[in-house]
């Protein structure tokens, strides 16, 4: 059998339309490929771009909430600069929620703090005082650029910690910063000390 002939046949018989279907399958397969290729990529630059933004962003926040400090440092006095650092602390612990899934559990929350932040957490039950000591780092503080923040920023930390063991032990306490990064030291020490209950 001559090819024309074949030819003529098959096509007679659909093989020519099947041949068809390959062919626009085969191209269309090839386009979605191209352009998933080309989503990926152009997905991979909004990414990047993205993650630049952020970057600057990030940098940015600091810088101004250094500079914020420090003009809250020129123009408030000490006493009400700490009252609201305090309260900012508070805030952020209250926002994170870990006081309340401990509450009454102490020794729980000593652990997850270990884990999480790699703390060293000690109770002295007789005086009452819990001591809070971070491992050397900069400040955990992701809002901090601790070459520009004013060290009463740490009074956040205080403010922090005073609502988690409140919160915890049910009881007022009272928050000493022993050591701290903005004070120049190369870790954070608090002293916590545990006052009479909390009314209910």
Known sequence: MERREFLTQTCGLGACACSAILLSEQKATAAEESKGKNT???????????LGRLRWWSGHAR????????LLQTHMDEKTRIEIMEQLGRNCAK??????????NVEGFFQHMNNHNGETLTYDKEKGIITIVTRERDCDCRLVDSKKTPPYYCYCSAGWQKYTYEMILGKSVDVKIKESVLFGQPRCVFEVTIGDDLPT
């Open 40 to 50: 990926q990529e152009k997905l991979g630059e909004d990414i990047h771009k993205e």
């Open 63 to 70: 810088n101004q909430i250094a500079k914020l400090m420090e």
């Open 95 to 104: 926002s994170l929620g870990w006081a309340e899934r401990y509450r009454g």
